[in-house]
């Protein structure tokens, strides 16, 4: 296993472990995840590694923006994705993300068979989606505290990252 592999399962881990425990991933885990991100970069790729680096955690932060504007994640989970994108660089951290929506996906339809109810959480879905387009005002998608519809997205990253882990992707 590489040491990025190790790196990766390690912060996510760690990512999901906080967030359960306080519904947050602080920002000096985050931090020390960033510095540990670049010194790898810079080890493997010399000079060139800052490049790999800021590609690692600018894709991130540019592709799920908009799912922080609407509330549908946390920016601790974009944080996450942007530090790990510090270790997994550019292409490796697409498919983190593309996993980790996938995975996300799975844990939802589970959540709404198990918990909410399919039909109820995508009329709410439609609700959502039309009042944005007669209103063009962003409310919050996901409501706050501990309800039966919300999770824990640090729980698909560490997924996504199991995934891109046992595929050598």
């Not at 602080?26 to 800052?50: D, R």
């Not at 908009?66 to 292409?91: N, T």
């Amino acid at each position: 296993m590489s040491i990025a592999i190790c790196l990766l399962l390690m912060y996510s881990f760690l990512a999901v472990l906080f967030d359960l425990a306080t519904d947050r991933i602080p920002n000096y885990l985050v931090a020390a995840q960033l510095i540990c991100g670049l010194a790898y970069q810079l080890y493997i790729f010399g000079p060139m590694g800052i490049l790999s680096f800021f590609g690692g955690i600018a894709v991130p932060f540019v592709l799920s923006y908009a799912l922080f504007l609407f509330r549908m994640i946390g920016a601790g989970d974009i944080k996450l994705l942007m530090a790990l994108g510090s270790v997994a660089g550019f292409p490796r951290n697409v498919r983190i993300m593309v996993w980790s929506v996938v995975c996300g996906g799975i844990i939802s339809v589970f959540i709404m068979w198990r918990r909410t109810g399919l039909i109820p959480r995508l009329m709410y879905f439609a609700a959502y989606v039309r009042d944005f387009i007669r209103t063009g005002v962003r409310k919050p998608y996901r409501k706050e505290g501990r309800r039966a519809e919300n999770f824990h997205f640090t729980i698909a990253i560490f997924a996504a990252v199991l995934v891109t882990a046992l595929t050598r992707t």
